[in-house]
């Protein structure tokens, strides 16, 4: 079964900083995995995804993720945190394309200036 | 390109009512939408996976008889809360599977979401 954790329900930077949110996965085939953010009251955006290509992948908005099998992490990074970043993150897996999504709890992240 | 609309975004209901909330996929034909329920504070649980032409399939604990979802042509998808009561009050949010070239370019693209409050 596909599992996903993310570590920390609530992050607070400050604008600039680097933003880091966790998230780890369990699965028993390699997975496909997602980063999307959500503002209030709004859908889901993606941010970006991992399907196996580079381990290193680069989102929308500045947003990056590295995917680690060792580790069997998938964390996004920014490297310098806006005030419009502010959201709820979610990272989400699924064991094939086109499937529905397993999704974490969901990281607050919070900028302030 | 690839947009997803729902409808209504927030609705009011007495309990006992029921509630038709629409998913379209605005710029593309979509054979497979997924729906999902956030609870406040919450991450999404899966709720049903709609195929067209073809029955919903129910995740564990979902109440087909409670949420009918219906999917008849390739850009709408719709559920229905039947008789609802206040624990049906939630955020409703739809997916579309947008097919790729290549299996590993299909991508699920979001809906705004639904707020439903039942009185």
């Known amino acids: 079964a596909q599992s996903v954790t993310q570590l920390g329900s609530h992050v607070s930077v400050s604008e600039g900083a680097l933003v880091l949110l966790r998230c780890n996965y369990s699965s028993s085939v390699p997975p496909y995995l997602f980063w999307y953010v959500q503002y209030p009251n709004q859908g889901l955006q993606l941010l970006l995804k991992?399907?196996?290509?580079?381990?290193l992948v680069k989102g929308i908005n500045g947003f990056e993720a590295e995917f680690k099998k060792s580790e069997t992490s998938f964390h996004l990074t920014k490297p310098s945190a806006h005030m419009s970043d502010a959201a709820e993150y979610f990272c989400a897996v699924t064991p094939r394309a086109g499937t529905a999504l397993i999704f974490g709890k969901g990281t607050t992240l919070s900028v302030s200036s | 390109g690839a947009v997803v609309s729902q409808h209504p975004s927030w609705v009011i209901c007495k309990s006992g009512t029921s509630v038709k909330i629409e998913c379209r996929s605005l710029d593309f034909q979509a054979t497979t939408m997924f729906w999902y329920r956030q609870f406040p504070k919450q991450s999404l649980m899966l709720m049903a996976t709609?195929?067209?032409?073809?029955?919903?399939?129910?995740e564990q604990g979902v109440e087909k008889d409670k949420f009918l979802i219906n999917h008849a042509s390739l850009t709408l998808s719709t559920l229905t809360v039947t008789s609802a009561h206040p624990e049906d009050s939630s955020f409703y949010i739809c997916?579309?599977?947008?097919?790729?070239?290549?299996?590993?370019?299909?991508?699920?693209?979001f809906g705004p979401g639904t707020r439903l409050t039942v009185l």
């Open positions: 991992y399907t196996s290509a580079a381990t």
């Open positions: 997916s579309a599977r947008l097919r790729g070239e290549r299996e590993l370019s299909d991508t699920q693209y």
């Open positions: 709609s195929n067209e032409g073809s029955k919903a399939t129910y």
